[in-house]
């Protein structure tokens, strides 16, 4: 049974990081055309260079994603919280941090929204 989970799970993350590496891919492709948008126009060809060189970083990830089997993602990620531990864990704080503060928000939405529908009248 556990070796029928495992490979379940296995095919959950190959499917997950393809379509997460297809999106990212797009996403590059997207850039990229908006990067020589802005070089063909003198005004703005520095940001079109930049532009450029983040369309190619985001292509990098999102090939890797693609085209990596779940084991290698595995070993890349241990071999990173490896090396940069704290890395890790400031990053996590971070996005726990804003995941509490986007809940906060959207609890204080939700009371006013409910709140202004339940008035009483007497």
Avoid: C
Avoid at 2 to 26: C, E, H
Avoid at 58 to 65: P, Q, S, V, W
Avoid at 81 to 93: D, E, G, L
Avoid at 100 to 112: P, T
């Amino acid at each position: 049974m556990d070796a029928q989970n495992s490979n379940v799970f296995t095919r959950q993350v190959a499917d997950y990081s393809q379509a997460a590496g297809q999106k990212i891919l797009d996403t590059a492709k997207n850039l990229h055309t908006v990067a020589g948008q802005l070089k063909s126009d003198g005004m703005t060809q520095r940001a079109g260079e930049l532009a450029e060189s983040t369309a190619a970083t985001i292509e990098r990830i999102g090939a890797y994603l693609h085209e990596s089997d779940p084991h290698r993602l595995l070993h890349d990620a241990e071999r990173f919280t490896r090396q940069r531990p704290w890395t890790v864990a400031v990053s996590s704080f971070a996005v726990g941090l804003g995941g509490a503060r986007l809940l906060k928000a959207s609890a204080q939405r939700r009371a006013q929204a409910g709140a202004a529908s339940y008035q009483y009248e007497d």
